[in-house]
DNA sequence: AAAACGTGGTC
DNA sequence: TGACCAAGTTT
């Protein structure tokens, strides 16, 4: 009977759940809106310890986001990863104008809400009955229904199958810190596990769901060149739209001219390939089209993604070895 | 509709 | 240490 496994929920719930995370204490429906942009395909603890206050007290209201620079959103966003969200959270508080709709059927039409976050947003920030589907639930409907096959329209039925419309906060709220704290991947604690009783999935919960077929991820080989002109730096803002709208140095496929510098190598593991480049000082040239220069100071004001960075520590640590 | 999209945590 | 995974959405 799913009301004794609601009534099971919500008592683990009131004994273990994550009850002092900021965006579940505020009442704030923009507060409740950033955190889940941020919190798509990101741990907690990311968010938490690095992002989401800074981001609120640099843009505390709808209406200051919205009249910010999206430089300066991506500036705050630097670091998290997946800026298309830092964009679309800032060209939907434009749309807004100032105001944030007030259910999920006006919410998912903003730009970076899909159907999971309307829901979310609108079950935390205005109690409508709406069920979510985010990577814990899914893992716990899975194991709940016994379902193998990962597919997308039919774990919403079931979302819907095992919601309890009448408190919609707390159940969903619920279900991602079980998702989170007892049903995870590996090693899921189904002895505490408030489901336990009624999970058809407890005697082998690994195999729900099926595992990904895994493909290796390709590797991009590269050159990159740090243009250098006395203290400054050739960077160029990407249109791109992988890493849109950050600034990097000089990339391409081509082989690097011998007589460059060479300052090391530079790996990055991305969510689709991995990124390993050889890097190389050029202080013979002029700038190159679309590049500007920049002083490292000026070079802490922008936005640049982590492999730039990565760089950036290269060009520090050759300056240093040159002076000693 | 499969692939693109970042980074860090975790074991 | 490398592979999997994380409060998914867009194209």
């Given at each position: 009977m799913i009301s004794l496994a609601h009534n099971a929920l919500y008592h683990w719930y009131a004994q273990n759940g994550r009850h002092t995370l900021p965006w579940r204490i505020t009442t704030d429906p923009y507060s409740i809106y950033v955190s889940e942009i941020m919190l798509q395909q990101t741990q907690v603890k990311t968010v938490l310890e690095k992002f989401y206050f800074p981001f609120l007290e640099r843009f505390p209201t709808l209406n200051d986001l919205a009249h910010a620079d999206v430089d300066d959103v991506l500036k705050m966003w630097e670091?998290?990863?997946?800026?298309t969200r830092a964009r679309n959270l800032h060209a939907a508080a434009r749309q807004c104008n100032g105001i944030l709709p007030t259910n999920a059927n006006d919410l998912i039409k903003l730009p970076g809400i899909g159907q999971s976050t309307a829901h979310a947003i609108s079950a935390f920030a205005?109690?409508?009955s709406l069920p979510i589907l985010d990577a814990n639930v899914k893992r716990i409907l899975h194991r709940y229904f016994a379902v193998k096959e990962r597919n997308e329209n039919k774990l919403w039925e079931y979302a819907y199958k095992l919601f309890d419309p009448s408190t919609p906060f707390d159940y969903n709220q619920a279900m991602m810190d079980v998702g989170a704290t007892i049903c995870t991947p590996k090693k899921p604690l189904c002895a505490c596990c408030p489901f336990e009783r009624w999970c058809q999935g407890k005697s082998s919960p690994l195999e729900y769901p099926m595992a990904k077929t895994k493909t290796q991820k390709p590797i991009r080989l590269r050159t990159i060149i740090v243009y250098q002109r006395e203290n400054s730096y050739a960077l160029t803002q990407r249109r791109t739209r992988f890493l849109s709208g950050l600034w990097g140095f000089y990339e391409s496929e081509e082989l690097a001219d011998e007589s460059l510098k060479y300052l090391g190598e530079v790996t990055q593991h991305y969510s689709h390939f991995t990124l390993q480049a050889n890097v190389y000082l050029n202080k013979e040239s002029i700038l190159p089209e679309g590049f500007e220069w920049f002083d490292l100071d000026e070079i802490k004001k922008l936005s640049l993604s982590r492999a730039d960075h990565k760089v950036i520590a290269q060009i520090v640590g050759d300056q240093k070895t040159y002076h000693h």
């Open positions: 670091g998290l990863g997946y800026y205005y109690r409508e």
